[in-house]
């Protein structure tokens, strides 16, 4: 929001409005805020002072308890002003003025959040005009968002999510992801497997769901007691039938008859309908896609498959979120074309047999380590065993 008369107007002109951190707290580097105050004046005006500072608030409103701040400025940071008259009937002439400046923003910085009702963090950029005691201050603000989003090496999020389970005399199955890095405004894959061990046995309607779960933590003012609260919710569903294109003879993967479908999940593009991975400032949140498959047997009972992959939700630098925190609403005027996106920037994705784990009736995630290349693994200086 800038700051508009008919006589003059305060604005910003950033470098980058979106600050991008790769990786935790302990392993990113220092990033720099740049950026100019600019002052348009159409007439001389009397200005005492003209600052500026960067505020960095968290807010929390998931409880009411009296003793816990619900307003908290977790970062504070101003400059020298840019204009103090040493005369108070000193007036800045018509034109144009330009005062740049330039903050470096520690590592630790917790990351902007934002599109959940019970918490946020939000930083922002407020400039001050003080013209005199009997005139009403005037302020401009410019929201700066700060994304911690994977670093290059995150090597455990780039590995293939699979649930492979055999039920005796019942369906032998398996249910995979690629990587469990998903891109907000993304899509990924869910590849699937049915074996039926059992005649006349029948798959329902898949239903498949991305769950969201956030914890929430407090201390009091005087850190004398904390609060807790807890809260899931379902950002997104998906359902899918087993169609007769799905059914093949012969599985390449393991010979026998049977159901494979692939499916795509389209990640919401709107941070109030999810939001990233996080854990900071007492607020951590966590995804899970769950996949719930009903059986018909061949004496009408049913019976059911329920499992869950975690996944981990991140923003990628390539897309942003607007102001109003959509995702990817302003990739056609990046690319040109509709619907078109950028490359996204997430680690690379490296494939080549992996390892194959198979648990009991009740199925449990199992991460699949799938790299190929012996080069990547030496420079990497990581050992892989087979099972």
């Known amino acids: 929001m800038r700051m508009?008369?008919?006589?003059?107007?305060?604005?910003?002109?950033?470098?980058?409005?979106?600050?991008?951190?790769?990786?935790?707290?302990?392993?990113?580097?220092?990033?720099?805020?740049?950026?100019?105050?600019?002052?348009?004046?159409?007439?001389?005006?009397?200005?005492?002072?003209?600052?500026?500072?960067?505020?960095?608030?968290?807010?929390?409103?998931?409880?009411?308890?009296?003793?816990?701040?619900?307003?908290?400025?977790?970062?504070?940071?101003?400059?020298?002003?840019?204009?103090?008259?040493?005369d108070k009937n000193t007036a800045l002439p018509a034109g144009n003025y330009e005062w740049p400046f330039e903050y470096v923003i520690p590592s630790g910085t917790a990351e902007t959040v934002e599109g959940m009702s019970e918490a946020s963090i939000i930083y922002s950029l407020e400039a001050t005009m003080n013209r005199s005691k009997l005139i009403r201050h005037q302020h401009a603000r410019k929201r700066v968002r700060i994304i911690r989003t994977l670093p290059l090496t995150a090597l455990e999020f780039v590995h293939t999510m699979r649930i492979e389970n055999l039920w005796v005399d019942k369906i032998d199955y398996s249910v995979t992801i690629p990587t469990k890095a998903i891109v907000l405004g993304g899509s990924t894959i869910l590849d699937m497997r049915f074996t039926p061990l059992a005649k006349g046995l029948v798959l329902g309607c898949i239903e498949v769901a991305l769950?969201?779960?956030?914890?929430?933590?407090?201390?009091?003012?005087?850190?004398?007691?904390?609060?807790?609260?807890?809260?899931?919710?379902?950002?997104?569903?998906?359902?899918?039938?087993?169609?007769?294109?799905?059914?093949?003879?012969?599985?390449?993967?393991?010979?026998?008859?049977?159901?494979?479908?692939?499916?795509?999940?389209?990640?919401?593009?709107?941070?109030c309908d999810c939001i990233q991975d996080l854990e900071v400032q007492g607020i951590k949140v966590k995804h899970k896609i769950k996949v719930f498959i009903p059986l018909r047997n061949l004496d009408g009972h049913m019976s059911k498959l329920d499992m869950a992959l975690p996944v981990h939700v991140f923003i990628s630098p390539n897309m942003p979120p607007d102001e109003e925190g959509n995702i990817g609403s302003h990739m056609t005027a990046l690319t040109g074309q509709p619907g078109l996106m950028p490359t996204i920037d997430v680690p690379p994705e490296f494939e080549c047999p992996g390892v194959l784990l198979v648990s009991c009736k009740y199925a449990t995630a199992t991460c699949i380590s799938n790299?190929?290349?012996?080069?990547?693994?030496?420079?990497?200086?990581?050992?892989?065993?087979r099972y």
């Open 4 to 86: 508009f008369t008919f006589r003059h107007s305060v604005d910003f002109r950033l470098e980058r409005d979106v600050i991008v951190f790769r990786g935790g707290q302990d392993e990113s580097t220092d990033q720099i805020l740049k950026g100019a105050v600019v002052l348009c004046l159409k007439s001389p005006l009397k200005v005492e002072t003209i600052q500026l500072c960067f505020i960095g608030t968290l807010r929390q409103s998931w409880t009411s308890d009296p003793g816990i701040a619900h307003s908290n400025a977790i970062l504070m940071h101003r400059w020298p002003p840019f204009v103090r008259a040493d």
């Open 211 to 271: 769950w969201e779960l956030c914890e929430f933590s407090a201390q009091s003012r005087h850190r004398i007691y904390s609060r807790d609260h807890q809260v899931q919710r379902i950002v997104k569903r998906w359902e899918f039938d087993a169609t007769d294109q799905d059914w093949q003879d012969c599985i390449e993967e393991t010979g026998e008859e049977g159901w494979v479908m692939a499916r795509t999940l389209d990640i919401p593009k709107r941070l």
């Open 371 to 385: 790299w190929q290349s012996s080069e990547l693994q030496h420079l990497l200086n990581i050992t892989t065993r």
